[in-house]
């Protein structure tokens, strides 16, 4: 797997044939907001075929719940939130902790579930997701305190607790995409910026201009 900062300069320096220069009229910056969003097409369209989600994909979002609930990173808008692979509760941050695999239930459905002899009898606690917030419940009290895993497919990889930096933490797409990622970009997105953004002056075309007219 590659990092972040790799999948871009590999494009930057194909769009650029390896000649590179500080004034550039691409950013590396560009190139990896472009990045994120090719990713989240790509992975829509691969699970969408009927695959399921590679592991690789999936990052690790650690939250503090709060009574009054706890904002979560966005996440890709699967069908079915298929982008969540798991919430977890933990009593603290020791190893040795009790933790809870918790069901997610929509917030209609807390009535169905509060009186469910079933989902009552695997676990006391389980998560709802409201208006960008994780609410965790025990019967009909909201908790606060311990330690939320959220395991999900982040739409910006790079805000997630567990990501480190974008030289070092490896980027969360399956290998065999990688190669397909780059090709939609170069192909589409990037060339297009390139192109449109060469069109405008820059100051290295002024110094060849104002060479060319002081050899004249």
Do not use: W
């Not at 090719?38 to 650690?62: H, M, P, V």
Request: aromatic content about 8%; charged content about 25%.
């Amino acid at each position: 797997m590659a990092t972040l900062n790799e999948i871009a300069f590999n494009i930057k320096n194909i769009v650029e044939g390896g000649v590179g220069s500080d004034d550039s009229n691409l950013s590396t910056r560009q190139i990896k907001h472009l990045i994120n969003v090719k990713r989240g097409e790509l992975l829509l369209k691969y699970t969408d075929n009927g695959r399921k989600t590679s592991e690789s994909c999936y990052q690790l979002d650690i939250l503090t719940p709060e009574a009054s609930g706890v904002v979560y990173k966005p996440f890709l808008g699967f069908n079915n939130n298929r982008a969540i692979r798991s919430i977890v509760f933990k009593d603290g941050d020791a190893i040795d902790d009790s933790i809870e695999i918790l069901p997610i239930v929509q917030d209609h459905d807390r009535m169905f579930v509060k009186h469910s002899r079933f989902i009552r009898s695997v676990t006391r606690k389980y998560a709802t997701l409201s208006n960008g917030k994780i609410f965790i419940f025990e019967d009909d009290s909201l908790v606060s305190g311990g330690t939320i895993e959220f395991k999900a497919i982040f739409s910006d990889p790079t805000s997630v607790s567990s990501y480190v930096d974008d030289d070092t933490t490896e980027y969360p797409m399956p290998d065999e995409l990688l190669s397909v990622l780059t090709q939609e970009i170069i192909g589409k997105e990037v060339a297009l910026l390139y192109n449109l953004s060469a069109n405008t002056p820059n100051n290295q075309t002024d110094e060849k201009t104002i060479s060319k007219n002081v050899q004249r």
